[in-house]
Nanobody
Framework: QVQLIESGGGLVQAGGSLRLSCTAS????????AAWFRQAPGKEREFVAS????????NYADSVKGRFTISRDNTKNMVYLQMNSLKPEDTALYYC????????????????WGQGTQVTVSS
């Protein structure tokens, strides 16, 4: 069973930065696509960013382009999400996920998920 564990969430003021980390058990990321999603209270889970194994294909939601950067260290089996210029509307539970589609933004296309890490941005 693949285990993904997120960390790095917290409370930050608008305009600030956070870096989220995700570690995978037993080399779980391998050649898979790694992604970040988020879910705010009362809203559906939404795509944030994804990266193929080499980082050759990166996808970002329009709402985070230019502010967030996804990266991965395959030697450490880690995936990161650097979040800059945070806004109150970025407040959500952020999830790490693993899938196989380089271009999908649908949660249904990602089969493994972490428990999430909370990001709260105050105005």
């Amino acid at each position: 069973q693949v285990q993904l564990i997120e960390s790095g969430g917290g409370l930050v003021q608008a305009g600030g930065s956070l870096r989220l980390s995700c570690t995978a058990s037993e080399g779980a990321f391998g050649a898979a696509v790694a992604a970040w999603f988020r879910q705010a209270p009362g809203k559906e889970r939404e795509f944030v960013a994804s990266s193929t194994w080499t980082g050759g294909i990166l996808n970002y939601a329009d709402s985070v382009k230019g502010r967030f950067t996804i990266s991965r260290d395959n030697t450490k089996n880690m995936v990161y999400l650097q979040m800059n210029s945070l806004k109150p509307e970025d407040t959500a539970l952020y999830y790490c996920a693993r899938g196989w589609s380089a271009t999908s933004q649908r949660p249904a296309d990602f089969g493994s998920w972490g428990q999430g890490t909370q990001v709260t941005v105050s105005s």
